[in-house]
């Protein structure tokens, strides 16, 4: 299994920019994809970015043009550049990864909290 620790959360005002990062405790080079997802009170995590092994990158329709999500293979390093940050961005993210396809994801970390107010 692999662990995630998960940090760079902060309160910021909306317009704002914070970045996430997110240290994995094993190799994410060969993995089939690391993700960030996030979670509010209530709801279920949803996905927000996601960095396939093929390098394809895809992101929730709500933070598209306004996150960036990269990986540094060689640090094990997830990275979620947020900008142009909105009060409907505030929750807890999370990363996570599939070593396959139809894989379960791995277990969850303790996440990193973002506050944005308006």
């Known amino acids: 299994q692999v662990q995630f620790v998960e940090s760079g959360g902060a309160q910021v005002q909306s317009g704002g920019s914070l970045t996430l990062s997110c240290v994995a405790s094993?190799?994410?080079?060969?993995?089939?994809?690391v993700a960030w997802f996030r979670q509010t009170p209530g709801n279920e995590r949803e996905r927000v970015a996601r960095i396939l092994r093929s390098g394809a990158k895809t992101y929730a329709d709500s933070v598209k043009g306004r996150f960036t999500v990269t990986k540094d293979n060689t640090r094990n390093t997830l990275v979620l550049q947020m900008d142009n940050l909105a009060p409907e961005d505030t929750a807890v993210y999370y990363c996570?990864?599939?070593?396959?396809?139809?894989?379960?994801?791995?277990?969850w970390g303790k996440g990193t909290q973002v506050t944005v107010s308006s």
């Open positions: 094993g190799s994410i080079a060969t993995t089939y994809a």
């Open positions: 996570n990864s599939r070593l396959g396809p139809y894989a379960d994801l791995q277990p």
